[in-house]
């Protein structure tokens, strides 16, 4: 079975500092997908970034970028200039292909001061 | 374009108690899932469904709980009988899966307490 592991229970960054957050995974797939979720205090849960592990390049979106590190495991979170909206509970995910379940980590409470 | 839509978004009953929890996809996804969050176990999925049929509903707790998709715009989750354990806040999400894309959209939860 697959497990993902977040360290950080908790992170606060001065806002329009950058800011990463850590993810670990433990598989014997060699084919999978990552994600990254956001959830704000209004409980929605947004899908921030996902990384397909056949490809050796970062994914990217605007402000959000990955450190994939396949043979690590290590799947990380930079988020560029911080911003007060950044301020949620991160969920880091994978999911393997032919089953579309997502399994999640324990989250980390990211908080942006003003 | 409207995303998943969750009813109702707050329930409270008290244990023993049937409950249903609703849920409509988003228009032309073919997947759709059950996730239940609380604080003792994060987030898990209990059950999720492809073109209506269930694929795989291990994570189902027990018989207490049941879902079905009769058509491919509506879904519930019934627990029968509730109990206090049950509360939580539970997540319907649709996707479709395509070109190697399997982005799951989440709707807003419905939180359920148990008295």
């Known amino acids: 079975a697959q497990t993902v592991t977040q360290s950080q229970p908790e992170m606060s960054v001065q806002e329009a500092e950058t800011v990463t957050l850590s993810c670990t995974y433990d598989?014997?797939?060699?084919?999978?997908?990552l994600f990254w979720y956001k959830q704000p205090p209004s409980r929605q849960m947004i899908l921030v970034i996902r990384q397909e592990a056949y490809k050796q390049q970062n994914a990217t979106e605007n402000r959000f970028s990955v450190n994939f590190q396949k043979a690590a495991k290590s799947f990380s979170l930079k988020i560029s200039d911080s911003q007060l909206g950044d301020t949620a509970m991160y969920f880091c995910a994978f999911m393997k292909p032919g089953n579309e379940k997502l399994t999640f980590g324990t989250g980390t409470r990211l908080t942006i001061i003003p | 374009d409207a995303g998943v839509i969750q009813s109702p978004r707050h329930e409270v009953t008290e244990m023993g108690q049937e409950v249903t929890l609703r849920c409509k996809p988003i228009s032309g996804h073919n997947s759709l899932f059950w996730y239940r969050q609380t604080m003792m176990r994060g987030l898990e999925l209990l059950i999720y469904f492809n073109n209506n049929v269930p694929i795989d509903d291990s994570g189902m707790p027990e018989d207490r709980f049941s879902a079905k998709m009769p058509n491919a715009s509506f879904s519930t989750l019934k627990i029968q009988p509730s109990e206090p354990r049950d509360s939580a806040v539970y997540f319907c999400a649709s996707s479709l899966v395509l070109a190697g894309l399997y982005e799951q959209y989440f709707g807003p939860g419905t939180r359920l307490t148990v008295t």
């Open positions: 598989t014997s797939e060699s084919n999978y997908y």
